[in-house]
């Protein structure tokens, strides 16, 4: 398996503009995690997925931000109007439900700038 | 809110001596994983210690485990110039039959040749 897959690495943008980030999990995960990483705030969750349902997004921090996943192999994360606040790297995790071990997965995160 | 805090926050050391790094949370917990994250990289999961466990080893690796105090420690032996990254640990909870890690914001090691 590759592993993890996101899609851009990197991302540059205005202000306002809508930005779409992709994921693709480890085949056969049943978890799908989004995280934002800041200097400022480490790595927080934003929201989680358990066989493609949405299970909690109280860490998206506003509106503008919504995730899909509209099957077991894709999910994105919009922003839409994007601010420079905004400014991060996102990561993707995935993770298998079974064995007791719980290890995530990372995909190689998207830096986000928005200008 | 954070759950896990590791300390310290930056630690800067030479080849061949040993790291390491501790981590306080909050709650009770299924079990903590520690995670490594190389610059500019996705975390990599290192190892974990279940919360019935004290001990673990892997390689160069030992994490402790003491859920009376709520502390976890990670130990690096002999440091190599690669193991420079920053180090986070996660502890794992359920809640409504889901389980969710919530990480620390990380500390910082610096290996010098």
């Known amino acids: 398996d590759a592993g993890v897959i996101q899609s851009p690495r990197h991302e540059v943008t205005e202000m306002g503009q809508e930005v779409t980030l992709r994921c693709k999990p480890i085949?056969?995960?049943?978890?799908l995690f989004w995280y934002r990483q800041t200097m400022m705030r480490g790595l927080e969750l934003l929201i989680y997925f358990n066989n493609n349902v949405p299970i909690d997004d109280s860490g998206m921090p506003e509106d503008r931000f919504s995730a899909k996943m509209p099957n077991a192999s894709f999910s994105t994360l919009k922003i839409q109007p994007s601010e420079p606040r905004d400014s991060a790297v996102y990561f993707c995790a995935s993770r298998s439900d079974g064995g007791g071990f719980n290890e995530q997965f990372f995909g190689p995160g998207t830096r986000l700038t928005v200008l | 809110s954070q759950q896990g805090e590791e300390d310290p926050q930056a630690l800067s050391i030479q080849e061949g001596e040993n790291a390491t790094m501790n981590c306080s949370y909050k709650t009770s917990i299924n079990n903590l994983q520690w995670y490594r994250q190389n610059s500019g990289r996705g975390l990599v999961h290192l190892i974990l210690i279940r919360s019935n466990e004290r001990e673990k080893h892997s390689g160069r690796l030992r994490v402790t485990l003491d859920t009376s105090k709520k502390s976890s420690s990670l130990l690096i032996t002999a440091s190599r110039a690669a193991d420079t990254a920053s180090y986070f640990c996660?502890?794992?909870?359920?809640?409504?039959?889901?389980?969710?890690?919530?990480f620390g914001k990380g500390t910082m090691l610096l290996v010098s040749p």
């Open positions: 085949s056969g995960h049943d978890y």
């Open positions: 996660a502890t794992l909870r359920s809640n409504s039959g889901y389980s969710t890690l919530t």
